[in-house]
Protein backbone atom coordinates (compact mmCIF):
# COMPACT_ATOMS: atom_id res chain seq x y z
CA UNK A 1 0.00 0.00 0.00
CA UNK A 2 1.42 3.36 -1.47
CA UNK A 3 2.00 6.19 1.33
CA UNK A 4 -0.19 8.76 -0.91
CA UNK A 5 -2.98 5.78 -0.67
CA UNK A 6 -2.83 5.58 3.09
CA UNK A 7 -3.23 9.38 3.76
CA UNK A 8 -6.34 9.55 1.66
CA UNK A 9 -7.65 7.17 3.51
CA UNK A 10 -6.80 8.14 6.64
CA UNK A 11 -8.22 11.90 5.28
CA UNK A 12 -11.88 10.82 5.24
CA UNK A 13 -12.16 9.80 8.64
CA UNK A 14 -10.12 12.46 9.82
CA UNK A 15 -13.55 14.59 11.38
CA UNK A 16 -14.91 11.73 13.91
CA UNK A 17 -11.34 11.42 15.00
CA UNK A 18 -11.42 14.32 16.45
CA UNK A 19 -14.53 14.11 18.63
CA UNK A 20 -13.46 12.38 21.89
CA UNK A 21 -16.62 9.80 21.69
CA UNK A 22 -16.54 9.61 17.76
CA UNK A 23 -17.50 6.19 15.87
CA UNK A 24 -17.70 5.06 12.36
CA UNK A 25 -19.63 2.26 10.81
CA UNK A 26 -17.75 0.21 8.05
CA UNK A 27 -19.04 -1.89 4.91
CA UNK A 28 -18.61 -5.01 4.07
CA UNK A 29 -16.11 -6.20 1.82
CA UNK A 30 -17.79 -9.17 0.35
CA UNK A 31 -19.29 -9.04 -3.28
CA UNK A 32 -23.24 -9.20 -3.72
CA UNK A 33 -27.86 12.50 -7.65
CA UNK A 34 -24.01 38.89 -3.33
CA UNK A 35 -26.69 41.18 -3.88
CA UNK A 36 -29.10 41.66 -0.21
CA UNK A 37 -32.31 40.36 -0.55
CA UNK A 38 -35.17 43.00 -1.90
CA UNK A 39 -37.60 41.62 0.60
CA UNK A 40 -38.01 39.55 3.79
CA UNK A 41 -36.05 36.07 4.03
CA UNK A 42 -38.48 33.17 2.90
CA UNK A 43 -39.28 30.49 5.36
CA UNK A 44 -39.38 26.83 4.30
CA UNK A 45 -42.98 27.01 3.98
CA UNK A 46 -42.80 29.07 0.74
CA UNK A 47 -42.04 27.74 -2.55
CA UNK A 48 -38.86 27.07 -3.31
CA UNK A 49 -37.42 29.20 -6.52
CA UNK A 50 -36.04 27.08 -9.21
CA UNK A 51 -32.25 28.86 -9.04
CA UNK A 52 -30.08 26.08 -8.87
CA UNK A 53 -26.64 27.12 -6.62
CA UNK A 54 -23.28 26.07 -7.88
CA UNK A 55 -21.72 23.59 -6.14
CA UNK A 56 -18.96 25.77 -5.26
CA UNK A 57 -21.43 28.52 -4.10
CA UNK A 58 -22.76 26.33 -1.37
CA UNK A 59 -19.51 25.70 0.76
CA UNK A 60 -19.86 27.83 4.28
CA UNK A 61 -21.71 27.09 7.55
CA UNK A 62 -25.98 27.82 7.17
CA UNK A 63 -28.47 28.07 10.20
CA UNK A 64 -30.82 25.97 9.69
CA UNK A 65 -34.78 27.04 10.29
CA UNK A 66 -36.99 23.76 9.87
CA UNK A 67 -40.20 24.06 7.83
CA UNK A 68 -43.36 25.18 10.44
CA UNK A 69 -40.69 26.52 13.29
CA UNK A 70 -39.17 29.68 14.36
CA UNK A 71 -35.28 30.09 14.01
CA UNK A 72 -33.17 27.33 16.28
CA UNK A 73 -29.29 28.26 16.93
CA UNK A 74 -28.97 24.37 17.18
CA UNK A 75 -28.68 23.28 14.23
CA UNK A 76 -25.93 24.32 11.11
CA UNK A 77 -25.49 22.51 7.84
CA UNK A 78 -21.66 22.51 6.98
CA UNK A 79 -20.75 22.32 3.23
CA UNK A 80 -16.36 21.76 2.88
CA UNK A 81 -15.16 18.85 1.92
CA UNK A 82 -17.42 17.24 3.82
CA UNK A 83 -21.13 17.61 4.22
CA UNK A 84 -21.57 18.49 8.81
CA UNK A 85 -24.82 18.75 10.37
CA UNK A 86 -24.84 19.80 13.96
CA UNK A 87 -27.64 20.00 16.13
CA UNK A 88 -28.19 18.55 20.17
CA UNK A 89 -26.42 15.27 20.12
CA UNK A 90 -23.15 16.77 18.24
CA UNK A 91 -22.39 15.74 14.69
CA UNK A 92 -23.03 13.76 12.18
CA UNK A 93 -20.67 14.15 8.90
CA UNK A 94 -19.78 12.18 5.62
CA UNK A 95 -19.35 12.60 1.89
CA UNK A 96 -22.00 14.63 -0.55
CA UNK A 97 -22.43 15.51 -3.98
CA UNK A 98 -24.61 18.23 -5.37
CA UNK A 99 -25.34 17.97 -8.91
CA UNK A 100 -26.18 20.39 -12.10
CA UNK A 101 -29.73 20.20 -11.37
CA UNK A 102 -29.61 20.79 -7.77
CA UNK A 103 -29.88 16.84 -6.32
CA UNK A 104 -27.85 16.44 -3.17
CA UNK A 105 -26.88 13.59 -2.94
CA UNK A 106 -25.35 12.20 1.19
CA UNK A 107 -23.42 9.53 2.70
CA UNK A 108 -23.52 10.10 6.35
CA UNK A 109 -20.67 7.77 7.93
CA UNK A 110 -19.30 9.51 10.84
CA UNK A 111 -20.14 11.48 14.02
CA UNK A 112 -20.64 11.43 17.56
CA UNK A 113 -21.24 8.60 19.78
CA UNK A 114 -24.76 10.14 20.76
CA UNK A 115 -26.07 11.02 17.23
CA UNK A 116 -27.37 8.38 15.09
CA UNK A 117 -25.21 7.80 12.26
CA UNK A 118 -27.98 8.42 9.78
CA UNK A 119 -30.06 11.34 8.10
CA UNK A 120 -32.05 13.44 10.97
CA UNK A 121 -36.07 13.17 10.32
CA UNK A 122 -36.47 16.27 8.46
CA UNK A 123 -33.65 15.70 5.91
CA UNK A 124 -35.25 14.23 3.24
CA UNK A 125 -34.19 11.31 1.35
CA UNK A 126 -34.22 12.52 -1.69
CA UNK A 127 -32.98 16.02 -1.20
CA UNK A 128 -32.50 19.08 -3.93
CA UNK A 129 -31.27 22.45 -2.56
CA UNK A 130 -32.44 25.43 -4.69
CA UNK A 131 -32.25 29.54 -4.05
CA UNK A 132 -34.62 31.90 -2.80
CA UNK A 133 -33.08 35.34 -2.63
CA UNK A 134 -29.97 35.05 -0.30
CA UNK A 135 -31.32 31.92 1.42
CA UNK A 136 -31.18 28.37 -0.34
CA UNK A 137 -34.16 26.11 0.21
CA UNK A 138 -34.04 22.00 1.57
CA UNK A 139 -36.42 20.71 -0.41
CA UNK A 140 -37.59 16.92 -1.45
CA UNK A 141 -38.48 15.25 -5.00
CA UNK A 142 -41.87 17.10 -4.72
CA UNK A 143 -40.36 20.47 -4.21
CA UNK A 144 -42.02 20.44 -0.45
CA UNK A 145 -39.70 22.33 1.49
CA UNK A 146 -38.12 20.97 4.50
CA UNK A 147 -35.50 23.91 6.22
CA UNK A 148 -34.10 27.09 5.16
CA UNK A 149 -30.56 27.66 5.26
CA UNK A 150 -28.93 30.83 5.91
CA UNK A 151 -25.37 31.33 5.13
CA UNK A 152 -23.35 32.27 8.67
CA UNK A 153 -24.46 29.94 11.09
CA UNK A 154 -21.76 29.05 13.82
CA UNK A 155 -21.66 25.45 15.67
CA UNK A 156 -21.72 24.74 18.77
CA UNK A 157 -18.57 25.32 21.06
CA UNK A 158 -17.61 22.14 22.29
CA UNK A 159 -14.18 21.21 24.41
CA UNK A 160 -14.37 17.77 22.20
CA UNK A 161 -13.89 19.50 18.64
CA UNK A 162 -11.06 21.77 17.53
CA UNK A 163 -11.86 25.01 16.34
CA UNK A 164 -10.99 24.40 12.26
CA UNK A 165 -13.75 22.27 12.38
CA UNK A 166 -16.44 24.34 14.11
CA UNK A 167 -15.11 27.71 11.84
CA UNK A 168 -16.81 27.77 8.48
CA UNK A 169 -14.70 26.33 5.65
CA UNK A 170 -13.52 28.31 2.82
CA UNK A 171 -13.21 27.32 -0.97
CA UNK A 172 -9.92 26.25 -1.63
CA UNK A 173 -8.63 25.47 -5.00
CA UNK A 174 -8.77 21.54 -4.37
CA UNK A 175 -11.95 21.97 -2.87
CA UNK A 176 -13.61 23.43 -5.86
CA UNK A 177 -12.47 21.08 -8.44
CA UNK A 178 -14.10 18.43 -6.39
CA UNK A 179 -17.26 20.11 -6.51
CA UNK A 180 -16.91 21.58 -9.84
CA UNK A 181 -18.61 19.44 -12.88
CA UNK A 182 -16.36 19.19 -15.79
CA UNK A 183 -17.45 18.62 -19.47
CA UNK A 184 -14.79 16.24 -21.04
CA UNK A 185 -13.75 15.76 -24.43
CA UNK A 186 -14.28 12.38 -25.40
CA UNK A 187 -11.52 10.05 -27.26
CA UNK A 188 -12.42 8.69 -30.88
CA UNK A 189 -14.10 5.25 -30.39
CA UNK A 190 -15.75 5.95 -26.74
CA UNK A 191 -19.38 7.34 -25.55
CA UNK A 192 -20.55 8.47 -22.61
CA UNK A 193 -21.28 5.83 -19.95
CA UNK A 194 -24.81 5.90 -18.44
CA UNK A 195 -26.52 5.38 -15.10
CA UNK A 196 -27.95 2.10 -16.61
CA UNK A 197 -24.50 1.05 -17.85
CA UNK A 198 -23.50 1.25 -14.60
CA UNK A 199 -26.28 -0.85 -12.92
CA UNK A 200 -26.39 -3.54 -15.21
CA UNK A 201 -23.17 -4.44 -14.33
CA UNK A 202 -20.53 -5.56 -11.21
CA UNK A 203 -17.23 -4.43 -12.37
CA UNK A 204 -13.44 -5.22 -12.07
CA UNK A 205 -10.17 -3.79 -13.17
CA UNK A 206 -9.17 -4.90 -16.58
CA UNK A 207 -5.62 -5.60 -15.03
CA UNK A 208 -6.38 -7.10 -11.94
CA UNK A 209 -3.60 -7.60 -9.63
CA UNK A 210 -2.02 -11.64 -10.86
CA UNK A 211 -2.46 -12.63 -7.07
CA UNK A 212 -6.20 -11.41 -6.85
CA UNK A 213 -7.87 -11.72 -9.97
CA UNK A 214 -11.33 -11.40 -9.03
CA UNK A 215 -10.92 -9.71 -5.63
CA UNK A 216 -11.21 -5.99 -6.48
CA UNK A 217 -14.54 -4.34 -7.89
CA UNK A 218 -17.42 -2.35 -7.70
CA UNK A 219 -20.72 -2.39 -7.87
CA UNK A 220 -23.53 0.21 -8.55
CA UNK A 221 -27.07 0.22 -6.91
CA UNK A 222 -30.63 2.11 -8.50
CA UNK A 223 -30.48 4.13 -4.96
CA UNK A 224 -27.45 5.74 -6.26
CA UNK A 225 -25.13 4.01 -3.60
CA UNK A 226 -21.97 1.80 -4.89
CA UNK A 227 -19.88 -0.74 -2.59
CA UNK A 228 -16.73 -1.38 -3.61
CA UNK A 229 -13.10 -3.16 -2.18
CA UNK A 230 -9.36 -3.67 -3.39
CA UNK A 231 -9.68 -7.56 -1.94
CA UNK A 232 -10.09 -6.38 1.89
CA UNK A 233 -10.75 -3.19 2.27
CA UNK A 234 -14.32 -2.59 1.95
CA UNK A 235 -15.84 0.82 1.23
CA UNK A 236 -19.19 2.31 0.07
CA UNK A 237 -20.65 5.72 -0.85
CA UNK A 238 -22.74 7.88 -3.28
CA UNK A 239 -21.89 8.39 -7.01
CA UNK A 240 -23.85 10.14 -9.91
CA UNK A 241 -23.23 10.29 -13.48
CA UNK A 242 -24.90 13.18 -16.23
CA UNK A 243 -25.96 12.23 -19.26
CA UNK A 244 -22.66 13.26 -20.72
CA UNK A 245 -20.75 10.76 -18.45
CA UNK A 246 -19.17 13.40 -16.24
CA UNK A 247 -19.23 11.54 -12.98
CA UNK A 248 -18.69 12.16 -9.24
CA UNK A 249 -18.77 9.82 -6.17
CA UNK A 250 -17.87 9.82 -2.15
CA UNK A 251 -15.00 8.41 -1.14
CA UNK A 252 -16.50 6.44 2.49
CA UNK A 253 -14.75 5.39 5.66
CA UNK A 254 -12.74 2.39 5.00
CA UNK A 255 -9.82 0.14 6.49
CA UNK A 256 -6.28 0.11 6.18
CA UNK A 257 -5.09 -3.91 5.89
CA UNK A 258 -2.74 -4.50 3.47
CA UNK A 259 -3.42 -6.88 0.61
CA UNK A 260 -3.21 -8.04 -2.97
CA UNK A 261 -5.54 -5.65 -5.26
CA UNK A 262 -6.53 -2.91 -6.94
CA UNK A 263 -7.51 0.41 -4.87
CA UNK A 264 -10.64 0.50 -6.98
CA UNK A 265 -12.07 3.58 -4.95
CA UNK A 266 -8.97 5.71 -5.39
CA UNK A 267 -8.95 5.69 -9.13
CA UNK A 268 -13.45 6.19 -9.38
CA UNK A 269 -12.80 9.16 -6.84
CA UNK A 270 -9.84 11.19 -8.83
CA UNK A 271 -11.92 10.32 -12.52
CA UNK A 272 -14.02 13.17 -13.91
CA UNK A 273 -16.03 10.85 -15.95
CA UNK A 274 -16.85 7.34 -17.27
CA UNK A 275 -17.10 6.66 -20.80
CA UNK A 276 -17.93 2.89 -22.35
CA UNK A 277 -15.93 1.61 -25.25
CA UNK A 278 -17.91 1.30 -28.94
CA UNK A 279 -16.28 -2.00 -29.78
CA UNK A 280 -15.05 -3.69 -26.01
CA UNK A 281 -17.97 -2.83 -24.04
CA UNK A 282 -15.16 -1.63 -21.23
CA UNK A 283 -15.93 0.98 -18.71
CA UNK A 284 -13.53 3.63 -19.69
CA UNK A 285 -12.06 6.23 -16.64
CA UNK A 286 -11.19 9.66 -17.97
CA UNK A 287 -9.28 12.40 -16.08
CA UNK A 288 -10.58 16.48 -16.85
CA UNK A 289 -8.42 16.46 -19.91
CA UNK A 290 -9.66 13.48 -21.16
CA UNK A 291 -6.81 11.09 -20.82
CA UNK A 292 -7.72 7.11 -19.91
CA UNK A 293 -6.90 6.34 -16.00
CA UNK A 294 -8.03 2.38 -16.24
CA UNK A 295 -10.70 0.47 -17.61
CA UNK A 296 -13.16 -2.16 -16.37
CA UNK A 297 -14.48 -5.44 -17.50
CA UNK A 298 -18.56 -5.99 -16.74
CA UNK A 299 -20.00 -9.08 -15.38
CA UNK A 300 -23.63 -8.79 -15.16
CA UNK A 301 -26.37 -8.21 -12.34
CA UNK A 302 -29.39 -7.45 -14.53
CA UNK A 303 -30.13 -4.59 -12.90
CA UNK A 304 -31.62 -1.67 -14.72
CA UNK A 305 -33.14 1.88 -13.51
CA UNK A 306 -34.34 4.22 -15.69
CA UNK A 307 -32.94 7.74 -16.37
CA UNK A 308 -32.34 9.99 -12.65
CA UNK A 309 -33.38 13.06 -12.66
Not at 161 to 176: G, I, Q, R, V
Not at 215 to 244: M, V
Request: glycine letters at 8%.
Amino acid sequence: MTANRTFTLLAAGLLSLVTLTGCVVGPSTQPPDSAQPTSAPPTADQEPSSAIPEPEKVVGNWKVTLAGENAADDIVLQFGSEMVIWHRCGHISGGYILTPSGRLLTDFNSGSAKCPISAPGWFPSTAQLKWSSDNLILADADDTPHATLELGGQPPLSKNYMDEFTHAPTLTDDLKQRLTWESVELPAGLLPASADLLLRNTWYPKEPDPQAPDAAYIKFTPDYRYEATDGCNGTAGAWWIEPNGSFKLTFGISTLIGCAGVDVISQFYTVAALATDADTGELVLLDGAGVEVARYVPRATGIAVSRQS
